[in-house]
Every structure is written in structure tokens, then in C-alpha cells.
């Protein structure tokens, strides 16, 4: 079966919503997509039957540690880990990063360097800035290219050095949608020796990640963006999340995940986190090519998700051009269509894009205005006294009616 969008939409029960009889629009999805009727499913069975904490020998408490076990896996599939034990979850991305950047930042001193980039979310920035701060080391910056949207090869080789320690990088931008060729940052970090933070968080919804194939040292990405629940995850080598103190309680188990997934986990976020990793897999096992193994369905569920997010959002970016007075901020041409994620920065000549984001508002189409905290990038583009951008970030239940809903309205 090809890609049945109306099949996918079934799965969103939010997608049947509408507000005095008008429907909804949700092109919001890199601020967080809707969730799934499997996530929703496996969180209320969660909370019905087996809701309870950990490492009690009655029914609840074992179904509870099976959960999250099965859990683990399921997401280091996800990420094309073979250790379960090698995710950990916690809150958020930034909770996660803050958290890890402590252990981190006891590792360096004052002669060590840290890498950060001008294309990042700040969650991505901000806790390596703290870090360094806290450790007395020097911050270099990974600089992109304004016109091009890719990053400046040359800022690359001057901010990775004998020195660097770690660089945090981004692989899919949540204001310009380009996608980096995170293993190319990652060979030129590790043959400085210097470790490799990866931001997935807006790589995740839409294409299959690969921690081996980036040969990365950690990847982050955040449920609530892959139409899971509002959870966060962080991949990490074992040797490094062994060898790295982690900031827990004395009586809280030492042995990974545990050692870095403080307090009490959100049980029933895992459940649902669970059940959108079970969506996806569904995508591939009905639309795509099917598979043995969980990853080889997510494989092909990605794969068919993927082809038809590229389709929609190259008419989405041609539609947007023929508007007058529209700028694109990102990479339009179709052959750059696969180095993005289908997430549209615009502005629009004489327009704020608080405006415009009102104006769609009004006819219940729903877009983030503003910088959406990648500060850096929005200043890159010479954008934050003008309010920043319009962001459009489509997802795997768009449809083009609701797109040229979107168009007619920006051509108004
Ligand atoms: C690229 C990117 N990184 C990090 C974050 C922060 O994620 P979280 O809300 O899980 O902390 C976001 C959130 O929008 C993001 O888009």
C-alpha cells in the first residue's frame, strides 16, 4: 500500500477536532506535533494497569519495569543502538543536555576548548556556555552560511582545534530546516580526539537516525516532537556514560540507564513514548516495505514518510516563492529537498511575523512566529529586531489543502 494519508490522519484523534466548526490546522509541529493514538493507547493502559514505581515484587511494579525495559529497546532501535541500557530518558532535551553537561564539564579545565554553532537551538548552546563557564573553558563558534543555509566549512576547521574537547552540533535546524552532515563535523572532532553532542531533536520526526552511522557520542531527541509524549531522550556511548560521574542520589542504582535517569521517570510518558515508536513501525509494516526486525520497519516507515514530507514541502516552498514579497530562509531548490526537514522560515516584506502568525490564527491554521529560541540564527540572519521569522513546520499528516489553505491566506 502507498502512503494513505487519510490512514495516518485516523491514527491523530486531535486531527478531528475543530473550533466552531472549523478544522484545524497544525503546522506548529516543530514546537511539538500531535500525538498518536498509540501513545495514547499505551499511556492509558500504563496508567490503568500497571501504574506504580519500580522494583516492587507485586503485578503493577513488575509490569512497570517491563515497561521500561521494553521501553529502552524499543528507542535504541529508534536510534540504531544495539545497548538498551545506552538511552537514557528524562524531562526534556535542555533538562537532559543540562544534566549531562555537569558530568561533562568535571572532565575539562581551563585549557580545554568547547565548540558550539550559530545554527543550534540554545538548548544545544547554553548548557556548553554554563559548562565552560563553570570550567574556565574557551568557546569556539561553528558559523553558517546566511546565503547558503549550510554550514561554513572554513568556521569548522578554525573552531575545531588541538584543544576541543566537545562539539555540540545540530543536525536538523528547527528555523532554517537544513539537515548538517553531522558525520563529517564528527570526523574532524574525533580526529582531535574531542567528543560529539548531537541535537536530533528536529532530525527525529523525520528521518531514521543512525548513531553509527553519524559515530556520534551522544544524540538527544525529544518524544513530543515524533508525535509521542512530552519526554526527552539522550543516547550516549557506554563507555563514556560509565566512565562519566553522574550528578543522583546515594541509594539510586549505579548501573546504566539508571545511573543518569534521576528520581522517578515519568512511567507513563515511557508507555507512550513507547507507543510512537510502535506508530511508526505500524507506517512501515502497512505502507512501506514492510521487515523482519523493528528497525527494518522503521526503516521503511520512515522511508515512505520521508518521500511524501519531501513532496509536500517542495510545494509548500514553491508556493511560497510565488508570493511577492516572501523570502524563503532556507534551502528551496529541489534538488536540496532530501538536506532538509520539511520546517519553512519566511518573512514577508512589510509584514511583522507576529502578524502573519494572527492572520493564520484567525482562519485556525496554527504557525510559530518569532525565534523559537534559536537566537543565534535568527541574529545570523540579521532578523531579530524585525521579529524574526514566520515558521511553518509540516509533518507526517499535512496534507497540500491545508498547505494551499496556508498560501491563499500568506498571498491575502
Ligand atoms: C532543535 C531543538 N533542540 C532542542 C529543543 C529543546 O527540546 P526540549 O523541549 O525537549 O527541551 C528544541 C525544541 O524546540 C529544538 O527544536
Redesign the pocket.
Known amino acids: 500500500m502507498p502512503y494513505d494519508i487519510d490512514l495516518i490522519r485516523s491514527e491523530f484523534p486531535s486531527l478531528a477536532v475543530t473550533d466552531d466548526n472549523q478544522a484545524r490546522v497544525y503546522f506548529d509541529n516543530?514546537?511539538g506535533t500531535q500525538i498518536c493514538q498509540r501513545s495514547i493507547d499505551r499511556m492509558n493502559d500504563y496508567l490503568v494497569r500497571a501504574n506504580t514505581n519500580t522494583h516492587g515484587p507485586f503485578i503493577t511494579s513488575r509490569l512497570t519495569d517491563h515497561l521500561i525495559e521494553e521501553t529502552h529497546e524499543a528507542l535504541a532501535d529508534f536510534v540504531g543502538a544495539s545497548d538498551p541500557g545506552e538511552i537514557v530518558f528524562g524531562q526534556?532535551?535542555?533538562?537532559l543536555t543540562l544534566h549531562l553537561s555537569r558530568s561533562i564539564g568535571r572532565t575539562l579545565g581551563p585549557e580545554d576548548e568547547v565548540v558550539v554553532t550559530r545554527m543550534?537551538?540554545d538548548?544545544?548552546i547554553s548548557p556548553w556556555l554554563l559548562m565552560a563557564r563553570d570550567a574556565g573553558c574557551t568557546v569556539r563558534w561553528i558559523d553558517f552560511d546566511p546565503s547558503t543555509y549550510r554550514y561554513d566549512l572554513a568556521s569548522i576547521d578554525a573552531a575545531i582545534t588541538s584543544k576541543t574537547k566537545l562539539v555540540a552540533v545540530?543536525y536538523?535546524?528547527?528555523a532554517i530546516g537544513t539537515v548538517n552532515d553531522v558525520a563529517m563535523v564528527v570526523e574532524r572532532a574525533h580526529a582531535v580526539g574531542a567528543l560529539v553532542y548531537v541535537?536530533a531533536?528536529?532530525f527525529a520526526p523525520h528521518f531514521l537516525t543512525d548513531v553509527n552511522a553519524i559515530n556520534c557520542d551522544f544524540l538527544t531527541c525529544?518524544a513530543?516532537?515524533f508525535y509521542g509524549p512530552h519526554q526527552?531522550l539522550v543516547w550516549g556511548r557506554r563507555e563514556l556514560l560509565e566512565s562519566l560521574e553522574p550528578y543522583k542520589v546515594r541509594p539510586a542504582d549505579n548501573t546504566l540507564p539508571s545511573r543518569f535517569e534521576t528520581g522517578t521517570q515519568s512511567h507513563e510518558g515511557m508507555a507512550a513514548t513507547l507507543g510512537a515508536i510502535d506508530h511508526f513501525e505500524w507506517i512501515g509494516a502497512t505502507m512501506g516495505g514492510g521487515g523482519e526486525t523493528r528497525r527494518d520497519r522503521l526503516t521503511s516507515g520512515f522511508k515512505v514518510m520521508a518521500e511524501y514530507e519531501k513532496d509536500l514541502c517542495q510545494h509548500l516552498v514553491d508556493g511560497l516563492l510565488a508570493i511577492p514579497g516572501v523570502t524563503v530562509h532556507g534551502l528551496t531548490a529541489s534538488e536540496d529537498m532530501s538536506d532538509r526537514v520539511p520546517t519553512v522560515g519566511i518573512v514577508k516584506a512589510g509584514e511583522h511575523p507576529d502578524a502573519m502568525a494572527e492572520k493564520l490564527a484567525a482562519a485556525n491554521i496554527f504557525v510559530w512566529p518569532g525565534h523559537?529560541?534559536a537566537i543565534e540564527v535568527i541574529e545570523r540572519l540579521g532578523l531579530t529586531d524585525a521579529g524574526g521569522m514566520l515558521r511553518i513546520g509540516l509533518g507526517q499528516y499535512n496534507t497540500r489543502e491545508e498547505v494551499d489553505a496556508l498560501l491563499n491566506v500568506l498571498d491575502s
Open positions: 516543530p514546537g526534556n532535551m535542555t533538562t543550534d537551538h538548548a544545544n545540530n536538523a535546524s528547527n541535537d531533536v528536529q525529544s513530543y516532537k526527552g523559537y529560541y
